[in-house]
């Protein structure tokens, strides 16, 4: 099944692409046989809390689902940059900066969002990848958290 089919089937939709901004950096860059994400905040105006501290500000059930929509959001990405999300064979590495209150020590569970989300549509062989998810003390514009990702790439 194709990537846009299954982003339907579960009823998801992606935002725009998130817009730099200086043109010293872009969304994307490949590199042979690697696609390089830079670090994307959630989206603005898609429902989800995208500034503030977790653990503070917001919850780790709403900092989850921003997690999810920056995911969404990678993959706009992805796909300006590719014209098609099937060109992707596998997600490699998934790194989430979590902007931190004091003492909140489960960003593990908010990069989750992000992480099964690729997991869901990629599938459990080509979805699973490697992650980081650390804590920040602040991160550019109060956003509540930044993630980036690595995929390889087929034809």
Do not use: W
């Not at 043109?23 to 995208?50: A, I, M």
């Not at 549509?121 to 699973?128: M, R, V």
């Not at 980081?132 to 109060?142: C, I, Y």
């Amino acid at each position: 099944m194709r990537i846009r089919e299954r982003l339907d089937k579960l009823g998801l939709e992606m935002p725009e692409p998130f817009v730099y901004p200086s043109e010293n950096r872009t969304g994307c860059v490949v590199s042979q046989y690697l696609l390089y994400t830079s670090g994307h905040p959630p989206p603005e105006d898609f429902g989800v809390k995208v500034r503030g501290k977790v653990g503070a500000d917001i919850s780790e059930e709403e900092a989850h689902a921003s997690a999810r929509a920056t995911a969404l959001s990678i993959l706009a990405s992805v796909e300006n940059e590719l014209g098609s999300l099937d060109r992707v064979t596998q997600v490699v590495k998934v790194t989430g900066m979590v902007n931190s209150a004091p003492g909140f020590d489960r960003q593990f569970a908010v990069i989750d969002g992000a992480s099964d989300l690729f997991y869901e549509l990629f599938g459990p062989e080509a979805g699973q990848h490697a992650r980081s998810a650390v804590g920040m003390f602040e991160l550019p514009r109060q956003f509540c958290m930044e993630i980036e990702a690595i995929f390889e790439l087929g034809g």
